[in-house]
């Protein structure tokens, strides 16, 4: 499955039971609704806990935190979780002044999500 916004590119595959999205471009006022619904399917198709690699996704804006905590919320009554990995910098300081490091989970690597999501 793909899907493109005038600003995201947005591609999955699944791994070991995991859902692996990767996003590429910028999460803001254009792309969100795009990438929210994307997760959405995914997590009405049952895929399992998604791990978004954020690696390609080098700005976010308020419309892309939200359209992440309403995929979170909706994965946690299933016991599922959403994990990030490979954030840029940037995105990383977005998150962390909005205060979604503490909501989300936010790891280094794919294989540290892998690992966090096995938890």
Do not use: W
Not at 39 to 68: C, H, P, Q, W
Not at 89 to 100: A, C, D, H, N, Y
């Amino acid at each position: 499955m793909t899907a493109e916004a005038p600003e995201i590119t947005i591609e999955h595959e699944t791994s070991e039971g995991f859902a692996i999205v990767r996003p590429s471009g910028k999460l803001d006022t254009l792309s969100a609704k795009t990438f929210e619904t994307y997760l959405k399917e995914l997590v009405a198709a049952r895929t399992g806990t998604l791990l978004i690699d954020m690696s390609n996704v080098d700005y976010v804006t308020s419309f892309g935190l939200r359209s992440l905590l309403i995929v979170a919320k909706l994965l946690a009554p299933s016991g599922e979780q959403l994990v990030l990995f490979e954030v840029n910098p940037s995105v990383v300081e977005v998150l962390k002044i909005s205060g979604f490091l503490k909501i989300l989970k936010v790891v280094g690597s794919e294989a540290d999500a892998k690992a966090e999501a096995g938890k």
